[in-house]
């Protein structure tokens, strides 16, 4: 058995589980948003009690998650929607019939990888960017009312 077959029996699979990926990482996106906001909400309350490396830290927590989901979720939906024209392809290929249909049906199968990779990413970018305004917000407002000068770089 050659490489290119070896690699097409696993291509063909499809994108499901690609589209299983995406979920798990909606599912955590949502928990991330969620915790973050909850924690940001908390820290509001009581930041001058915090040291500033503490508060910087615990600030920016979690945010790499919602930062790495956001730009790679979209390859990864790429991802399952080539792996879902591969097998769309070989499915025609091997097909006794022929015609618009067989291949059609499977190209849509295979977009919804693609949507899915940008319902993940979308939300992801824009929760990332909220939270990083807000983080700069805090540790400004930190800096101003205790007379520290903080770095804030990204």
Known sequence: ?????????????????????????????????????????????????????????????????????????PFIGLFGTVLGIIKAFHDLGTSTEFGVRVVMQGISEALVATAMGLFVAIPAVISYNYFVRKVKTILLTYERKKNLPLEIKE
Do not use: H
Not at 4 to 30: C, Q, R
Not at 42 to 54: A, H, R, T, W
């Open 1 to 73: 058995m050659s490489l290119t077959e070896t690699i097409l029996k696993i291509a063909l699979i499809g994108g499901d589980p690609v589209l299983y990926i995406l979920i798990g990482m909606s599912i955590v996106t949502v928990a991330v948003v969620i915790e973050r906001y909850l924690t940001i909400k908390k820290i509001q309350e009581n930041f001058l009690d915090y040291d500033p490396l503490e508060l910087k830290l615990t600030l920016e927590k979690r945010l790499g998650i919602l930062a790495t989901f956001g730009n790679n979720a």
